[in-house]
């Protein structure tokens, strides 16, 4: 009997601890488990903290506990840096070298007015030549691509950064429409150049203008008194000479004075005063100011505002001022054309601002001509004063906006004015 006893005590323990062996296993098991597929929500009971087995269940608990700590650490990490990419005005595009996306923010997506963008290529209808610097660009590289939309020019920078995420190289490359800032910049340029000029210049004929008229008044007086003495015509003949001269150079500077304050206007834009009106105002007012003249040349004139209600906040006289100088080059640019037409549109544009077009069907402008217009003094008007679409051009700048200029030439000429 002590034999059988002994012999079923020894059974019982191997039974025994091969159950809690096996027990140990498979929660050991059930640990791993949740470590390898990330799977925290998963808990051992502890039933009392006497036995090895409940205190190694606790350790588990506590274990999973800091993971789920760092993993809800990270994702609040993730979601942060997603904010902040959102939320940058800047285009940022994360690719790999086959143009693969695997990053892009909100800018990007209006920019390139997309919802989504899973390789480079897609962008090619945007601009080819994008997409082909954005597949050979360097890391640490800085460069420019000018793309030509109908109703708008961009200047893009693009810088690229490098980095590799397990064994994977990508790019990330922020875009940014510089355009704006490159406008101001050439705006601020030609102020301090024509205040400099217009200074010097001034400077310089005031007293020639001045002197020429005092001198010219004494010779008159010279003449005068010479007369009365009954001396040598030849002598007063000579007199009249220089006199004329000095008219003639009192002449010019006078037109040199007029032309020098004409340009002054280029620095002495008002500040804008603006208010809210409706756009229908705006152009039924300008194509009020101009219906005779318009009719007088048989020339159609066209208003459509989508929508109807469209309002903008600026200042209405200076925009009128501008609309109404883009409007008269219109129609002498549709001089001696068959069926002359003037469109005044006003929408939306495909990136949420207001825009507003003067379209005309007359000769157009060259290309070479194209990217000068907007330079002050350059003209192609033998009476013109080189100004107007630089005025204008001004005038859009001070209200957040731009204006730009696309043409086909003897097809039709667009003016488009994006605030």
Known sequence: MTLVLVGLLIAFQIFAMIHYVDRTNRVLNNFLESIRYSDFTRTFQVESLDSSFDKLKKSFNEVINDFQEVRAEKEENYYYLQTVIQHIGISLIAYGKDGKVELINNATKKLFQVRSLNNIQSLSDFSPELVQKLLTIRHGENTL????????????????????????????????????????KEMESWQKLIRVLTHEIMNSITPISSLSSTITMILKDLAESLKEKNIDSDDLETIKEVEGALET??????????????????????????????????????????TEELKSKNIKCSINIEPSSLELSADEKLIEQVIINLVKNAIQALDSRESPEIQLNAFLNKRGRITIQVIDNGQGILPNVLDKIFIPFFTTKPQGSGIGLSLSKQILRLHGGTISAYSEPEKATKFTLTF
């Open 249 to 290: 150079i009192h002449k010019r500077t006078d037109g040199l004075l007029h032309f020098v304050n004409t340009y002054r206007d280029l620095t002495r834009i008002p500040t804008p005063a603006f208010a809210i009106f409706p756009v229908s105002k705006l152009l039924l007012n300008i194509k009020g100011l101009l």
């Open 145 to 184: 691509i000018r793309v030509q939309e109908k109703d708008e020019l961009l200047q893009l920078a693009i810088y690229a950064t490098e980095f590799k995420i397990h064994n994977r190289t990508i790019l990330l490359t922020s875009i940014k429409n510089i355009q704006e800032e490159l406008e101001e």
